[in-house]
């Protein structure tokens, strides 16, 4: 379980994310602003409380594997990694600049702990059950380290995300625990206008997976999820995590059309101002 004082600094450490993705967004001029803003809770659980890993270490052999699918939402990776230790914070301001180590999409050869290249959608899930089917052909059912695939909904248009899917349920892959960012847009519109997933969790239920839908903002009820999962031991785990596009930031959040773009000069004031305020108020809250 998860005490206040954790997620008092799980929230203020979110926030502080949150600015940084701006800060880099604006420095570098284009990006994507909404996933990463949606996903900062996400990865924060994540980096800050459920992985095993070390950022003094992060070829440690025993760590866990975070695979990211949804490779465009890297700023948030970038940020989290950053405030986790594995780089200077400093380095952020280099996204998407030429010679830098945080490109446009993540390559795993520049930076420690960067499981997987990622950038074509769809891939990453079969990436993560690869990974997952050689620790379990390797250790059994006795293996302790967790595959987790973080994915967009919008990706599971792909093909090959259902073969993907459909190869580990077959495998009954318990260590594997997918996390699909639910928030219902995509470059070119909402999920459900552009080509509609739902029912999303009984498809994934016919994959014979084990399905837990949460708010991806809810860090209680995330930490939760992610314990039912390591529970379930005859097949695979995929979390539907419901999450507000450019969360935190009110003129970002819920509109498709910041999917792909950064904000200009005003905008980021704007955004880092509110997150400012938002920092603030979290603060108090909890005093």
């Known amino acids: 379980m998860l005490t206040e004082q954790k997620i008092k600094e799980l929230e203020v450490k979110a926030n502080n994310i949150r600015k940084s993705i701006i800060e880099m967004l604006l420095e570098a001029g284009s990006g994507h602003t909404a996933g990463p803003l949606g996903m900062a809770d996400i990865f924060t659980l994540f980096y800050f409380h459920i992985l095993k890993h070390d950022p003094k270490n992060p070829d440690w052999e025993e760590r866990d594997r975070l695979v990211l699918s949804n490779g465009h939402i890297c700023p948030v990776l970038y ?61 059994g059912m006795s293996a302790d380290r967790y595959i987790y695939c973080f994915m967009s909904d919008g990706e599971l248009d792909e093909g090959n995300s259902w073969e993907g899917i459909m190869l580990a349920g077959k495998n009954r892959l318990r260590n594997l625990i997918a996390v699909v960012d639910r928030n219902n847009i995509q470059i070119d519109g909402f999920t459900e206008n552009i080509m509609p997933l739902e029912p999303l969790a009984d498809k994934w239920r016919a994959f014979n997976w084990h399905v837990i839908e949460v708010s991806g903002h809810d860090f209680q009820a995330l930490n939760e999820a992610i314990q039912e999962a390591k529970g379930v031991f005859e097949k695979p785990t995929v979390i539907i995590a419901h999450t507000i596009p450019g969360k935190g930031v009110r003129e970002f959040e819920r509109d498709y059309r910041w999917h792909g773009k950064s904000p200009n000069k005003e905008e980021a004031k704007i955004a880092l101002q509110e997150l400012r305020t938002l920092g603030g108020k979290i603060k108090s809250e909890h005093e």
């Open 79 to 139: 940020a989290t990694m950053a405030h986790a230790g594995y780089f200077p914070i400093s380095e952020l301001k280099t996204l998407r600049k030429f010679g830098t180590r945080l490109q446009g999409h993540p390559h795993r050869e520049y930076l420690p702990f960067v499981e997987n290249s990622s950038g074509p959608l769809g891939a990453g899930l079969s990436q993560a059950v690869g990974m997952a089917l050689a620790e379990k052909i390797d250790h």
